[in-house]
């Protein structure tokens, strides 16, 4: 069973092969294949490799699964006894990918 820490969209994630995730909304290729290049962690049975930031020559290959949005999330703003009330709604962009291949 090997392991990977991989870096999208300002965020770190730990996979492993078969896994699904969900990330920040990312661009996938014609064939759906997404390759993460920044893998700042590798380790299986044998050991660990740490990056000095990232790995060179490690990358995580993915496949599209879908692209949606998240719930919506409501941000309400509000100064007592001034009147002030702000309503404003966010829906994230978001895509769903699976985990094929951890190379490193």
């Given at each position: 069973?090997?392991?990977?820490?991989?870096?999208?969209?300002?965020?770190?994630?730990?996979?492993?092969?078969?896994?699904?995730?969900?990330?920040?909304?990312?661009?996938?290729?014609?064939?759906?294949?997404?390759?993460?290049?920044?893998?700042?962690?590798?380790?299986?049975?044998?050991?660990?490799?740490?990056?000095?930031?990232?790995?060179?020559?490690?990358?995580?290959?993915?496949?599209?699964v879908e692209d949606f949005r998240d719930?919506?999330?409501?941000?309400?703003?509000?100064?007592?006894?001034?009147?002030?009330?702000?309503?404003?709604?966010?829906?994230?962009?978001?895509?769903?990918?699976?985990?094929?291949?951890?190379?490193?």
């Amino acid at each position: 069973m090997t392991l990977a820490v991989i870096k999208t969209g300002g965020k770190q994630y730990l996979v492993q092969e078969g896994d699904t995730l969900e990330i920040e909304r990312v661009a996938a290729n014609d064939k759906g294949v997404i390759e993460f290049a920044e893998v700042l962690m590798i380790g299986d049975d044998k050991g660990v490799k740490l990056g000095a930031p990232t790995l060179e020559g490690a990358k995580v290959t993915a496949e599209l699964v879908e692209d949606f949005r998240d719930d919506k999330v409501l941000v309400f703003k509000m100064k007592r006894r001034k009147r002030y009330r702000k309503t404003q709604g966010h829906r994230q962009n978001k895509t769903r990918v699976k985990i094929t291949k951890i190379e490193g």
